[in-house]
Every structure is written in C-alpha cells, then in structure tokens.
C-alpha cells in the first residue's frame, strides 16, 4: 500500500479519531519512531507510565497499539501513519525492535492457520443432498406463503399497508425462518416505501411485481440453467461459500483499477462496496466486504488506486460479485482511465437487468458527465441527459471545486430512481 494521507484518513473509524490523530501527527509526541520495508513503528506517551506501543504492518495494512482503545485503528495508530506519509524523515530506519518482530511473525502464524484451515475446508465434503433438500424445501414452503400474501394484498387494495409496519417485520422473521434472509432484506427494504410520497402503493406494486417472479422462477429453479439457477439462490440469499467461488473457472488475473468505494451502516454492520474495472479484460467487479462494529477493511481500496490479483467470480448470468483469490499489488498504470459514454453504460446496465433482474445495485460507469444544481437538486450532465443524484450540498459544492466546472468520468450505484457516487474523477477537456 502507498501510504498516503488520504489513504490513511480513508481507514478511520470516525471523525473523532481523524481529529485525535492529528494531534498525536507530531514527531515531539512520540519517544522513538522506525520503520524497514515490512512495517513501521513508534512509542508515543499516553496518560500512562509506559508509552504505548505502535505498530503497522506495510502488507495490510494492519495496525497494533498497546492502548485500551477498542477503535481499529486507534488514534495512536492513525497519527503513527500520517506522520509516515508527511514527515518520513522523522523516522529512523533500521532494525525493528522485538515487539514488533514478535508481532509480525505472529501474524505470519495466524495466516498460515487461516490458509490450511481454508485448504482443509476445500477438501472437506460438502452438504449432503439430504441437507440441500431440507432447506430447499423450506425456502419453497416460505415463498409459497409469501406469494399467497402478496396476492391478497393486491386483491384487497395496498391502502391497507399503509402505517401497518408490524406486519413487514412477522414477514421478514418468517422469510429467516425459511433460510431465505435475501428475501427477508429485500422485505425490508419495501417496507421503508410505505408511505412515502404520493406515489407509494405504485412503487411497491413494482417491487412485489419483482418478488413475484422470483418466487416463481424458484418454483421452477430445475428448469432454469445453472447460471439462473445461481442467480435465483443468490438473490434469495443461498450464497456459495467463498472458498467454492474460489475453486470455480471464472477466475481472472489482471491490473483492476478501483473506480467506486461506497460505505453504509445498518444495526453497527458496516458494509463496503468495492467497484473495480478490469485494464484489460474489460470487465466489471464487485468486491462486497462487512465489518461488525466500526468501519475497519482490509486491504484498503480507494478510488483511483491500480491493484494487480486475480478475482474469483460468483456464478451467476452476469457475473458481477467477485473475492480477490490472492493479495492485491499496487501497480502504476499509465493513462487515465477508459472513458465510456453514458449511452454505454446505460446499455450495459439494460444487458445486466435482462440477465439477472434482482441484482441491485448496478453500476453506472461513464465519462463527460457535469455536476449541476437545479431548483436544489443536484444533477449530472452527460449529453442530452440527465441523472438525479443522492449527494448533499457539502459533498456536491466539494466535488464541484475540484473538478474546476471541468467533465467527470464516475462512476455510481444506480437504485432506479438516483445515482449514489462511489468514485468521481476529473478529465480534461477532449
């Protein structure tokens, strides 16, 4: 990883460690400083007698401090790192001291475990068709009730949902029940439509319109191919696990540029999606990362970096979701980015759509757009078209100064109605 400034404040848990951390940035604030190509260190005096212990590992990077915070990474660990990417020369090259190389090697250890654990699992049988039949069986028991609830809800009139969110939640919990939690979050999900705006009973009819057919594409899961068939599980939340994706064919090795980061928080989940583009393959990726309690992701991507690794793609119609299969590389790529035009993404996405209807969100990947305000609302230009956009006035008036007025390649989460930006980058003028 290049540890730069932006790349180090992108791995904070919060604002209040960004601040702290600042302050802790100052070579008078730590006892002694070093650094070797694997990792850097510190001791930095905290309230008590002994100074705590700071540590990073270049390869994650990952962070260690002594200190009680539960934060990842803490104050001490974000300062150590800004002062390595603004003040190098404060540090001290040469050997690392024995708490840090105990360190290191013991996550050279655990490392290992995980890998063998990872290669045993490979090995290991997998569900026994009488397991795969049981649950099967569920899933179709608990869409048979969810499609026999929908149709009377449209025989009696959707009105009668309104204020009614009790009855989202028993059908969500029945949904887990079946072991179909796919089904149970898209419920969710319509539940938050109830009443809001004029046009809500419109809008969810469209939405049970797509859980209409899902639930009748499972009734029929032996008659789609195995790619519809992996689409259909997918979207009701039968997911193969990762080291099945891993041993499948769809495996690509290529320089991937990160085009879109987005981050969101739900019950102290936290998700990441990370948004690639293939140099030369051409091809779009999804890497879809959680992290319980606060917004700690390893590796770190950030829009604009250029990583070589080999992706391992989830079955599927149009595969989009992949696992990285080995350690991302930083690699400089000379050029800018491609630069597609609206129409060809718009295209994309509709060959997307009519190959898996429940993949959501898609990408929007396209150049020569501008930011604009109109009538309070923030749009982008690209052409005789017009894309509504789900940013506030600070991110929009912030984006709008650095682009200088001048087009945008980006790229956003599409939602059916807006653009949620996940990667902006300036282009000059063609």
Known sequence: MDITVDAVLAMAPDEASVKAARGLASPGKWQTLGFDDAAAWGL????????????????????????PSRKIPCKHSLALLLLFAQQRDSFAEGDRPDWVSEWLEGRLQRAAKKEEAKTRKKSAPSASPKKEAARLARMGA?????????????????S???????????????????????????????????????????????????????????????????????????ALGYLPDKETVLAGEDCVTDVWSVIGVSFAEEEKLW??????????????????DFSHGNRSFEPVFLPGDDRRMT??????????????????????????????????????MAGRVAANPWQNPLPLFFGDARLVRREDAWLLLAGERVLPLAMDDAEAWKLLARSGGLPLTVCGEWDGNALLLAGAFPQTES
């Open 44 to 67: 930095c005096q905290g309230s008590g007698s002994k100074p705590y212990q700071v540590r990073v590992d270049f390869s994650g990077p990952a962070c260690s401090c002594s200190c």
């Open 142 to 158: 608990g869409l048979e009730e969810l499609g026999r609830w929908m149709n009377d809800q449209v025989r009696q009139g959707l």
């Open 160 to 234: 009668a949902l309104s204020g009614n969110y009790e009855e989202w939640d028993r059908l969500a919990a029945r949904m887990v029940d079946a072991q179909a939690p796919g089904m149970a979050a898209r419920l969710r999900g319509m539940a938050s439509l109830v009443d809001r705006g004029d046009d809500w009973p419109a809008v969810l009819l469209a939405r049970m319109g797509e859980l209409q057919l899902l639930t009748e594409a499972f009734s029929r899961l032996e008659s789609l191919s195995l790619a519809e068939q992996a689409d259909v599980r997918a």
């Open 271 to 288: 998700r990441r999606r990370v948004w690639l583009y293939g140099r030369t393959c051409g091809r779009m990726a999804l890497i879809l």
């Open 311 to 348: 992706l391992a793609f989830y079955p599927g119609a149009s595969p989009l979701r992949a696992v990285a299969a080995d350690a991302p590389v930083a690699e400089d790529v000379p050029g800018p980015l491609p630069r597609f035009m609206l129409e060809e993404a718009l295209a994309d």
